[in-house]
C-alpha cells in the first residue's frame, strides 16, 4: 500500500492493465525470470536470429531516425502466435543538452503507449525551468553532453558521453535484442557495479546483480525477501549509473507492461511483454543528485513527506467503533506515548465500501469532535475498488463517466476485494484525477482526514484476472491459461490480467 498525505485534494496516477500477455511457455516468473528458458531457445535459432538491417534513413537539426528491416531467420519467437515485427522505426530526439529520447516502434502495427502528455512529461513551464535546463538550436550542437547514432547492419543505437567517450547506452539487435507481438527485449553496458535504482525495494542500496520482477500485485509470496528473483513492490523501471570516470546518468524505460530488470557483470537487461521500447537518458556530472534533478523535473519532481508523518503512529485493524478509539487514545496520554498518527483500517467503512462511513459505530459528529480533540492526524483508509453498489454515488458516476477499467470486450472488468464486487477507476482516463479529488473532496466533509491510507492500488483483485458475479475465476481464461506460468508467477494471480 501507498499513502499520500493531504489537506483536501489529492492527484492519483496509475496507468491502464494491458491485454497482451506474452506466449503460454514465456512467463513472468518470480523465481527465474521472463527469460528462463532463453539460452535453450538460443542454442537452437544461433546467436541473433532477430537481427534487423537499416533500409532507409531520416535526419534533421535534432532528430535521427532510421527505418530497418528484419534481416534474422525466424518468424516468430516461441510461438506461431507471437511473430517477430517485421519492420521497426527507431528515433533519436535530442530534447536538450543533456536529455535524449529513443523509441523504437512496430512500422506496420500500433501498440500501447504511455500518453506522452502530463503527468509524464510534466508540462508546466515554470517547474521545467526549475533546474536551468539547457534548450539548444539547429547551431548548438557542440553543447551536447552527447554523441548519438543510429544505424548500421546490424541496427544498433550507441550513445557516449562527448567529453569521456564511455558508451552510455549501447543496443544493438545482434545481442540480446527481440521484437515481437508479446515479448521485448534489449540490453545495455554495465559501465561500473555502481548501478542504483528500481524505486523501492527491501534491500541493499546498490542494485546486486540478479533479475527483479516489476509487476505490482498485493500477494505476500510474491514480494523480494532480501534477494534478487522476487516481484518489487512498485513499478520504478530506472536506474542511476555512475560511469567510469565518475559523473553520472539515469536510464527511465518508459513501459508500464509486466517486465523484468537483470543485472549481471557486463550487461543491464530489460525484457517486458508489450509496449515499446521508449528509453529517457538524463545526463549529470560528477555530482549523482544532478541526474536524478533533471530526472525529478520530467517527473514534477518530488515530494518530501510531512514532518509529523516521521513521528510515532497508532495502526491497526480492529477498531470496531469509535469507543474503541477513544480508548486507545486515553491509554496512549496515560502512559505518555507521543503519537503523531492515528490510523483507520476498512473498519469505519458502511459494508467496506469505499468512500463511506459506518455512521452507527462512527457517528460523524462524534468522529469530527475526535479527530479535532485527539491532538493527532487522522488517516483512513482508502482502495480503489468501487463497490457495484447501485445506490452509491461514487460507483454511479463512475460508471456514468466511463473511466473505469474495461475487459477486452469493453465492458467494465469486475474484480473482488473487501466490500465484494468491484469495479476500478482508470487513472489514465482523461479527468479521472479531477474525478477521484473530488470523491475525496466530499469524503473530507464526513471525515476530515489529514491523511490517506492508499491501500491495494496495485490494483489488487482476490480473482485471478477478472471475477464472475460470485468472485470466480474469470470465463475469459481456459483451464490451460489458468496454469500460466508456475509457482506464484502467473501474471493474472491477484492482478486484472485475463487473456482472451
Given at each position: 500500500?501507498?499513502?499520500?498525505?493531504?489537506?483536501?485534494?489529492?492527484s492519483?496516477?496509475?496507468?491502464?492493465?494491458?491485454r497482451?500477455?506474452?506466449?503460454?511457455?514465456?512467463t513472468?516468473?518470480?523465481?527465474?525470470g521472463?527469460?528462463?528458458?532463453?539460452?535453450?531457445?538460443?542454442?537452437?535459432?544461433?546467436?541473433?536470429?532477430?537481427q534487423?538491417?537499416?533500409?532507409k534513413?531520416?535526419?534533421?537539426?535534432?532528430?535521427?531516425?532510421?527505418?530497418?528491416?528484419?534481416?534474422?531467420?525466424?518468424?516468430?519467437?516461441?510461438?506461431?502466435?507471437?511473430?517477430?515485427a517485421?519492420?521497426?522505426?527507431?528515433?533519436?530526439?535530442f530534447?536538450?543538452?543533456?536529455?535524449?529520447d529513443?523509441?523504437?516502434?512496430?512500422?506496420?502495427?500500433?501498440?500501447?503507449?504511455?500518453?506522452?502528455?502530463?503527468?509524464?512529461?510534466?508540462?508546466?513551464?515554470?517547474?521545467?525551468?526549475?533546474?536551468?535546463?539547457?534548450?539548444?538550436?539547429?547551431?548548438?550542437?557542440?553543447?551536447?553532453?552527447?554523441?548519438?547514432?543510429?544505424?548500421?547492419?546490424?541496427?544498433?543505437?550507441?550513445v557516449?558521453?562527448?567529453?569521456?567517450?564511455?558508451?552510455?547506452?549501447?543496443?544493438?539487435?545482434?545481442?540480446?535484442?527481440?521484437?515481437?507481438?508479446?515479448?521485448?527485449?534489449?540490453?545495455?553496458?554495465?559501465?561500473?557495479?555502481?548501478?542504483?535504482?528500481?524505486g523501492?525495494?527491501?534491500?541493499?542500496?546498490?542494485?546486486?546483480?540478479?533479475?527483479?520482477?516489476?509487476?505490482?500485485?498485493?500477494?505476500?509470496?510474491?514480494?523480494e525477501?532480501?534477494?534478487?528473483?522476487h516481484?518489487?513492490?512498485?513499478?520504478?523501471?530506472?536506474?542511476?549509473?555512475?560511469?567510469?570516470?565518475?559523473?553520472?546518468?539515469?536510464?527511465?524505460?518508459?513501459?508500464?507492461?509486466?517486465?523484468?530488470?537483470?543485472?549481471t557483470?557486463?550487461?543491464?537487461?530489460?525484457?517486458?511483454?508489450?509496449?515499446i521500447?521508449?528509453?529517457?537518458?538524463?545526463?549529470?556530472?560528477?555530482?549523482?543528485?544532478?541526474?536524478?534533478?533533471?530526472?525529478?523535473?520530467?517527473?514534477?519532481?518530488?515530494?518530501?513527506?510531512p514532518?509529523?508523518?516521521?513521528?510515532?503512529?497508532?495502526?491497526?485493524?480492529?477498531?470496531?467503533?469509535?469507543?474503541?478509539a477513544?480508548?486507545?487514545?486515553?491509554?496512549?496520554?496515560?502512559?505518555?506515548?507521543?503519537?503523531?498518527?492515528?490510523w483507520?483500517?476498512?473498519?469505519?467503512m458502511?459494508?467496506?465500501?469505499?468512500?463511506?462511513?459506518?455512521?452507527?459505530?462512527?457517528?460523524?459528529?462524534?468522529?469530527?469532535?475526535?479527530?479535532?480533540?485527539?491532538?493527532m492526524?487522522?488517516?483512513?483508509?482508502?482502495?480503489?475498488?468501487?463497490?457495484?453498489?447501485a445506490?452509491?454515488?461514487?460507483?454511479?458516476?463512475?460508471?456514468?463517466?466511463?473511466?473505469?477499467?474495461?475487459?477486452?470486450?469493453?465492458?467494465?472488468?469486475?474484480g473482488?476485494?473487501?466490500?465484494?464486487?468491484?469495479?476500478?477507476?482508470?487513472?489514465?482516463?482523461?479527468?479521472?484525477?479531477?474525478?477521484?479529488?473530488?470523491?475525496?473532496?466530499?469524503?473530507?466533509?464526513?471525515?476530515?482526514?489529514?491523511?490517506?491510507?492508499?491501500?491495494?492500488?496495485?490494483?489488487?483483485?482476490?480473482?485471478?484476472?477478472?471475477c464472475?458475479r460470485?468472485?470466480?475465476?474469470?470465463?475469459?481464461?481456459?483451464?490451460?491459461?489458468?496454469?500460466?506460468?508456475?509457482?506464484?508467477?502467473?501474471?493474472?494471480?491477484?492482478?486484472?490480467?485475463?487473456?482472451?
Amino acid at each position: 500500500c501507498y499513502v499520500l498525505f493531504s489537506t483536501l485534494k489529492v492527484s492519483l496516477v496509475a496507468f491502464p492493465l494491458h491485454r497482451h500477455l506474452p506466449p503460454e511457455k514465456e512467463t513472468i516468473d518470480i523465481m527465474g525470470g521472463i527469460g528462463n528458458n532463453l539460452d535453450t531457445v538460443r542454442a537452437t535459432l544461433g546467436d541473433n536470429p532477430y537481427q534487423y538491417h537499416v533500409r532507409k534513413r531520416i535526419s534533421g537539426a535534432k532528430f535521427r531516425s532510421v527505418v530497418a528491416e528484419f534481416a534474422g531467420y525466424s518468424s516468430h519467437y516461441r510461438l506461431a502466435s507471437n511473430p517477430i515485427a517485421r519492420c521497426l522505426n527507431a528515433t533519436l530526439v535530442f530534447e536538450s543538452a543533456e536529455e535524449l529520447d529513443i523509441t523504437i516502434r512496430d512500422c506496420n502495427s500500433s501498440r500501447f503507449e504511455i500518453p506522452d502528455e502530463p503527468p509524464l512529461p510534466f508540462a508546466d513551464k515554470k517547474w521545467k525551468n526549475r533546474y536551468n535546463k539547457t534548450w539548444l538550436t539547429s547551431d548548438d550542437g557542440e553543447k551536447y553532453l552527447y554523441d548519438a547514432r543510429v544505424g548500421g547492419s546490424p541496427l544498433e543505437i550507441k550513445v557516449t558521453r562527448r567529453e569521456t567517450k564511455e558508451p552510455i547506452f549501447w543496443l544493438s539487435t545482434a545481442a540480446n535484442f527481440t521484437y515481437s507481438e508479446q515479448y521485448l527485449e534489449y540490453q545495455t553496458p554495465r559501465l561500473t557495479p555502481y548501478v542504483f535504482g528500481m524505486g523501492q525495494r527491501n534491500f541493499g542500496f546498490r542494485l546486486r546483480k540478479g533479475t527483479y520482477t516489476l509487476w505490482n500485485r498485493d500477494t505476500l509470496a510474491d514480494l523480494e525477501t532480501g534477494e534478487p528473483g522476487h516481484n518489487l513492490y512498485g513499478s520504478h523501471p530506472m536506474y542511476l549509473m555512475r560511469e567510469r570516470e565518475g559523473r553520472f546518468h539515469v536510464l527511465f524505460f518508459r513501459n508500464s507492461n509486466a517486465m523484468d530488470f537483470s543485472l549481471t557483470d557486463d550487461f543491464c537487461n530489460f525484457k517486458t511483454v508489450g509496449g515499446i521500447i521508449h528509453v529517457k537518458l538524463f545526463l549529470g556530472d560528477e555530482r549523482p543528485d544532478t541526474a536524478i534533478r533533471r530526472y525529478h523535473e520530467y517527473l514534477r519532481g518530488h515530494r518530501l513527506l510531512p514532518f509529523w508523518s516521521f513521528g510515532y503512529h497508532q495502526s491497526q485493524w480492529g477498531i470496531e467503533d469509535l469507543d474503541t478509539a477513544e480508548r486507545i487514545v486515553r491509554n496512549l496520554t496515560y502512559f505518555g506515548i507521543p503519537t503523531d498518527g492515528f490510523w483507520f483500517d476498512l473498519d469505519y467503512m458502511y459494508k467496506r465500501q469505499l468512500f463511506t462511513v459506518d455512521t452507527d459505530r462512527f457517528h460523524l459528529k462524534r468522529l469530527r469532535r475526535f479527530i479535532r480533540r485527539s491532538g493527532m492526524r487522522v488517516i483512513p483508509l482508502v482502495d480503489c475498488g468501487i463497490a457495484t453498489n447501485a445506490t452509491s454515488p461514487v460507483y454511479v458516476n463512475l460508471l456514468f463517466s466511463g473511466r473505469y477499467i474495461r475487459n477486452v470486450h469493453g465492458r467494465p472488468l469486475f474484480g473482488w476485494v473487501w466490500p465484494g464486487h468491484v469495479i476500478y477507476p482508470d487513472f489514465s482516463a482523461p479527468d479521472m484525477t479531477e474525478l477521484w479529488s473530488s470523491f475525496l473532496t466530499d469524503f473530507y466533509t464526513d471525515f476530515p482526514f489529514g491523511g490517506i491510507w492508499l491501500d491495494m492500488n496495485e490494483p489488487t483483485n482476490f480473482c485471478h484476472g477478472e471475477c464472475g458475479r460470485d468472485g470466480s475465476f474469470s470465463l475469459l481464461l481456459s483451464p490451460s491459461q489458468r496454469k500460466y506460468g508456475h509457482n506464484a508467477g502467473q501474471i493474472p494471480r491477484t492482478s486484472l490480467c485475463s487473456r482472451q
